[in-house]
């Protein structure tokens, strides 16, 4: 059986879109494919208004099924997917904000859109074909919009190339991953990141993201006018002449609440419109609020277009009053307090052991995350009562915040730590995510990690009537609101770390985002400058409450010998030097504790281990057992030296127990291995540098070993005074 399907080909890549196949009930259904990468979406639309809302109630679903991926989870008591991760709701959030503004938002009908992976090949990634396919569902479904949108994911090559839909290898080479999507001419969303790309750069991605957003959203068009479904006429709530009349004449100063909005002072809209429902209990609250909404968004919409003046009295460009406090919380290891107006957000930093990494488990296998962001915004930010926990919101504004303090990381050579930072929202009145930024940058210095450069984030907003348009500097919640875009950039003095675009308008197009892109510019160096003013450059020591690190490289084959059975020496090391010891696969052994003697003594004790006795080198030695023909002296970790008679003085040998403590050099290492030593005393030479004569030490009737027992082996010790970890070497 055929099924109605069309193609796109870009940069030589084909991507497929199908309907019909999968969900028949459904309003709408699309299926996209590229390579072996295959994206269902479908979308259900109700025949009802609901009733009693004031929304469009649009939801949105993208859920990966392990299967896609070949893949059985790892958990040992859940099979069944559960609770979307974390990349789940990031992609969903994406293809909401990318298919959101599209819609009439003064439709009341219940629109739901689930996105799910089918099969995922692990070259080509499903995110931005979950978008693709959305907008197909929707195109070809029987609900009008104004879509279709078109996506794509844009990388950079090395040579500045730009790369369109980037394979996982492509990416990993490149500075910036921007996605981009819209209808055909203009733009609905924006997601980056980047390593210190230009302004210059970042807008011509745009523009390449543009072209290739309308070949996708012009091929979707016409493979709905030839298979999608007749389009309904939406059915809109009748408003009442008569309440905007009413709300209109109890509201006789609508500039002073303005400016009582825009500074979060006085009386303001919501006092005013709840007082107008109790002496107007027939009329429905929520047609009051919607006209009291609406004037209020003129009268601002219009002084600043008209007038060029904002709620708050700023001027266009004008960032509000910052303040700043570090090191404010004596005992964590590093925190910043940023106030922008009245939005004010604490970042706390707390560094870990790499074996606090969290672990990431998904259909792409398992990977590790060292550097974690965490938002919190709790009801009381915004003087609301709220309800506790982490949110969609919370989630996306963490990882945008996290994706532009990354790059600016160390590298874990030097600096081996996991790293938490936490950003509390204590109030709310715009831009949040982008003081998150600034408050991390301004947390993370004050803990002493060495950030390459300082990163700051400011938000841009746009008031269009259609024909001019006016860009403002670090917006305020008010103008968030009733503004047409959020628009959020951060990065350093040199370049872009992170973009997010929000609209809520279709006309959106380059030439306004590259007026923002260089007036966020400005914006980002004034304010990279006030935090310079507070904190110029990393701390340079950490906090005595921080955990000390150090870290070795020990051959891959060695790696077994620290662990010892079962995880037994190891463990011995960690409860003998009060650390945790993280080992890679490649060799690299992390030494984390409080102390930086014990960390130190960690690392010594694990680099004897794995180190071999060199030929002239001298060593602290312990007498670990004693023979008539000399002394068996452990040197390093699993490893001993014989010191015949011959190369120590009478008296000194007569004298010797097991568990003395002697100097000892190292003067030759036979054919097999054994390694033969001649005492050192105080200020002495070596007693007899040459191989003894007559005794056949080193040569063929080589006295036995181990109480007599031919062919022992001379690492294999009992006696006292060794380290107890060295127990566990003798039951290996």
């Given at each position: 059986m055929?099924y109605?399907?069309?193609t ?8 497929t879109?199908?309907?019909g196949?999968f ?8 299926t996209?494919?590229?390579g072996?990468t295959?994206?269902?979406a479908?979308?259900?639309a ?20 392990l299967?896609?991926g ?8 859940i ?8 990349n789940?709701?990031?992609t969903?959030r ?8 599209l819609?009439?938002q003064?439709?009341?009908n ?13 070259v ?11 907008s ?7 609900y ?9 994911r ?7 190339q730009?790369?369109?839909n980037?394979?996982?290898e ?6 910036l991953?921007?996605?981009?999507s819209g ?15 230009s ?5 011509g ?7 290739n957003?309308?070949?996708?959203a ?6 709905a006018?030839e298979?999608?479904k ?8 009748e408003k009442?002449?008569e ?17 009582n ?16 429902a109790l002496?107007?209990?027939?009329i ?6 919607e006209?009291a909404d609406?004037?209020?968004?003129d009268?601002?919409r219009?002084?600043i ?10 001027d ?5 009053k910052?303040n ?10 590093g925190s910043?307090?940023f106030?922008?107006g ?5 970042s706390v930093v707390?560094?870990?052991?790499p ?9 792409k ?5 060292r ?18 926990g ?5 989630i ?9 303090i ?8 030097t ?5 938490r ?15 998150s930024v ?30 001019k348009?006016v860009?403002?500097t ?5 103008e968030d609101h ?12 040199d370049g ?10 279709t ?5 306004i985002?590259?007026k ?5 510019k400005?914006?980002?160096l ?7 003013q ?6 340079p020591?950490?906090s005595q409450?921080?955990?000390?690190i ?23 090391i960690?409860?003998?030097?009060d ?13 984390t ?8 003594g960690?690392?010594a ?9 060199e030929?002239g ?5 312990t007498?670990?057992?004693l ?33 003395d ?11 097999m ?7 050192l ?51 290996r």
């Amino acid at each position: 059986m055929t099924y109605p399907s069309t193609t796109i080909v870009l940069s030589g890549k084909t991507i497929t879109i199908e309907t019909g196949r999968f969900g028949a009930q459904a309003s709408g259904s699309a299926t996209v494919r590229c390579g072996d990468t295959i994206v269902n979406a479908a979308v259900v639309a109700s025949k009802k208004i609901k009733e009693g809302i004031d929304y469009f109630p649009l939801s949105l679903d993208y859920q990966e099924k392990l299967y896609a991926g070949g893949v059985i989870s790892s958990s040992r008591f859940i099979k069944r997917e559960g609770r979307p991760s974390e990349n789940e709701i990031l992609t969903g959030r994406v293809i909401d904000r990318s298919l959101r503004p599209l819609f009439d938002q003064r439709s009341r009908n219940e629109v739901q859109i689930m996105v799910s992976p089918l099969s995922i090949d692990t070259v080509e990634e499903p995110e931005i074909l979950a978008v693709i396919a959305a907008s197909a569902a929707v195109a070809v479904s029987d609900y009008p919009w104004a879509g279709p949108v078109g996506a794509v994911r844009v990388g950079m090559a090395a040579d500045g190339q730009y790369v369109v839909n980037p394979t996982q290898e492509q990416k990993d080479t490149s500075t910036l991953d921007l996605l981009v999507s819209g209808p055909k001419g203009g733009i609905s969303m924006v997601e980056a990141g980047a390593n210190e790309v230009s302004e210059e750069n970042m807008i011509g991605a745009l523009k390449f993201a543009q072209e290739n957003v309308d070949i996708i959203a012009t091929a979707i068009n016409k493979f709905a006018e030839e298979n999608g479904k007749k389009k309904r006429t939406l059915i809109f709530a009748e408003k009442n002449p008569e309440v905007e009349k009413i709300v209109k004449s109890e509201i006789k100063n609508l500039e002073e609440i303005l400016v009582n909005e825009g500074k979060k002072t006085g009386t303001q809209m919501a006092e005013y419109t709840s007082a107008i429902a109790l002496k107007y209990p027939e009329i429905n609250p929520n047609e009051i609020n919607e006209v009291a909404d609406g004037l209020l968004r003129d009268l601002a919409r219009t002084g600043i277009l008209d007038k060029g003046v904002r709620p708050d009295g700023r001027d266009m460009e004008e960032i509000r009053k910052i303040n700043i406090e570090v090191g404010l919380l004596p005992r964590t290891h590093g925190s910043a307090f940023f106030q922008r107006g009245l939005t004010h957000v604490l970042s706390v930093v707390t560094l870990a052991s790499p074996a606090r990494e969290q672990l990431i488990d998904g259909m792409k296998g398992e990977f590790k995350k060292r550097y974690m962001h965490h938002y919190n915004m709790p009801g009381y930010a915004a003087g609301e009562v709220g309800r506790p926990g982490t949110g969609r919101r919370e989630i996306g504004h963490g990882a945008l915040a996290e994706r532009a303090i990354f790059p600016m990381l160390p590298s874990t050579d030097t600096f081996p730590y996991a790293i938490r930072v936490v950003s509390e929202v204590m109030s709310s009145n715009g831009s949040t995510s982008q003081a998150s930024v600034c408050g991390s940058t301004l947390s993370l210095m004050d803990a002493g990690v060495p950030l390459k450069k300082p990163v700051a984030g400011v938000a841009m907003g746009l008031i269009s009537d259609g024909k001019k348009f006016v860009t403002l500097t670090d917006i305020s919640g008010l103008e968030d609101h009733l503004g047409d875009m959020d628009f959020k950039v951060a990065g350093t003095a040199d370049g872009i770390t992170a973009l997010q675009m929000d609209i809520k308008v279709t006309d959106i197009n380059t030439d306004i985002l590259v007026k923002a892109l260089e007036q966020a510019k400005r914006g980002r160096l004034k304010l990279l400058d006030i935090m310079n003013q507070t904190l110029s450059a990393p701390r340079p020591k950490l906090s005595q409450y921080a955990p000390r690190i150090s870290s070795t490289k020990v051959p891959q084959l060695k790696i077994g010998e620290i662990i010892g059975p079962g995880g037994k020496m190891i463990r011995q090391i960690q409860e003998d030097f009060d650390c945790e010891i993280d080992i890679q696969e490649d060799g690299t052994v992390t030494v984390t504790g409080k102390e930086q003697l014990k960390v130190d003594g960690a690392i010594a004790y694990i680099d004897s281990m794995v180190a071999e006795a060199e030929v002239g080198k001298t060593y602290q030695g312990t007498v670990v057992r004693l023979e008539a023909f000399g002394a068996f002296v452990n040197i390093i970790p699993g490893k001993d030296g014989l010191v015949h008679v011959s190369q120590v003085h009478p008296e000194t040998f007569r004298a010797m127990k097991e568990g003395d403590k002697v100097k000892v050099k190292c003067y030759e290492i036979d054919s097999m291995g054994r390694v033969n030593l001649t005492m050192l005393e105080e200020g002495e030479s070596p007693i007899r540098a040459e191989r003894p004569a007559n005794t056949g030490f080193g040569g063929g009737s080589r006295p036995p070993m181990g109480g007599g027992r031919p062919g022992g082996d001379r690492g294999d010790r009992s006696g006292g005074g060794r380290p107890s970890f060295n127990k566990f070497r003798d039951t290996r």
